[in-house]
């Protein structure tokens, strides 16, 4: 099959397209002058090819009741903590803490500016020296030809959770202006985990709702469905696939979506919206082939593709980011690749920002009104 060309010229499915420095959002939108809150942001809404301009805060005029938000409650960690190679200073970034007590990292150099780059050369046989007398040693890449994420044991045994506690930060890119402390990227439906797991980067589709915006979209007969999906790191250098990640779907949950879709024989009661690729990722994971969802928890390895479709999910609300490919490949299986390319470019034209404290974009079924 031949991939179709989108908004930044090249092919959606290699999705090399790169966004204008100036529309990265540089800092929170609470920060960006007195009075703002996080749902200040512009909201992209498109329904097929049809879109329309609105602020966040008109989201529950846009909603109905019955419909049912698929939220991810993990924490944001503070996942980038200072270390040492011999004499060279690195960062390390905690990605994913596996079920033999390894934990995924990226080892990477700072930059002299608050932020960090690709780190050249792999880390075989380096061991790191982080702070209160912790060791990590990586073992092996993540995934066969990858020399991004490894596999690195930690010493003592179980010290990474106090370690981030203590001594970690929130992982930033190069585009943010400077260092935020860890609550401004927390989302109001984080929860912590008893065992300390959370999300290496923020769920940031969900960073504009506030406490009274869930109050009121509560009070209009919406309704939310938690899950739970831990993402690791991402990269701006490389775009890969999505790696895998631990993630869990209550029963009620589970139940909630079904009702409201109708799945089984039952008469659908609303639309059941996604809030972040996470949310997908996980409800979707949870599904079978005839869309009804079951609690399920473990690690996902699924990438949802055109091609396969989307089964229990009817509309997403997510950030813009840059175009890459499992990430745009995901957007058009809930939507299309037209409407894609359309709700992109108009966020081009009309200098939407993009990245976690950037503006957001909800995908409808066409049909609705």
């Known amino acids: 099959m031949t991939p179709a060309t989108g908004v930044f010229g090249h092919a959606r499915s290699r999705g090399r397209g790169k966004v204008p420095a100036e529309l990265s959002a540089r800092v929170p939108a609470e920060q960006r002058g007195p009075g703002r809150d996080r749902d200040d942001v512009r909201l992209l809404v498109s329904r097929g090819t049809e879109v329309a301009h609105h602020g966040f805060r008109e989201l529950p005029g846009l909603l109905r009741a019955g419909d049912l938000l698929v939220v991810n ?6 996942a980038a903590v200072d270390g040492r190679v011999g004499h060279a200073r690195v960062v390390v970034h905690f990605s ?84 935020q402390p860890l609550s401004v990227y927390q989302t109001v439906f984080a929860l912590p985990s008893a065992d300390g797991a959370g999300s290496a980067e923020m769920p940031s589709a969900a960073r504009p709702f506030t406490q009274g915006m869930v109050a009121e979209l509560v009070s209009r007969g919406v309704q939310f469905a938690p899950i739970t999906l831990h993402t690791g790191v991402a990269s701006a250098e490389v775009h890969e696939p999505p790696y895998p990640e631990r993630f869990a779907v209550p029963g009620a949950s589970a139940r909630l979506i079904n009702a409201v879709r109708g799945t089984g024989g039952g008469r659908a ?43 229990a999910v009817d509309g997403l609300l997510t950030g813009l980011h840059e175009p890459e490919a499992s990430h745009l490949l995901m957007l058009e299986a ?24 950037g503006d957001v974009h909800l995908l409808l079924p066409p049909d609705e009104s």
């Open 269 to 311: 009661s609303g639309r059941v919206i996604a809030v972040g690729t996470t949310a997908v990722r996980a409800v979707e994971s949870a599904a079978g082939a005839g869309g009804v969802v079951r609690a399920c928890a473990g690690w996902t390895d699924l990438v949802v593709t055109p091609e396969r479709g989307v089964r």
């Open 73 to 78: 409650t993990s924490p944001t960690l503070a």
């Open 96 to 179: 994913t803490r596996g079920d033999d007590g390894r934990w995924a990292v990226e080892l990477r150099d700072p930059d002299g500016s608050g932020t960090t780059r690709a780190r050249a050369g792999g880390p075989v046989g380096s061991e790191v020296r982080l702070a209160g007398g912790v060791r990590l040693v990586p073992e092996e890449p993540l995934s066969p030809g990858s020399g991004r994420l490894w596999w690195a044991r930690v010493s003592p045994a179980g010290a990474v959770p106090g370690l981030l506690r203590a001594y970690g930060r929130p992982i930033r890119y190069s585009y943010t202006e400077r260092d």
């Open 334 to 357: 809930v939507a299309g690749g037209d409407a894609i390319d359309r709700g992109y470019g108009a966020a081009l034209e009309g200098r939407y920002l993009w990245h976690e404290f």
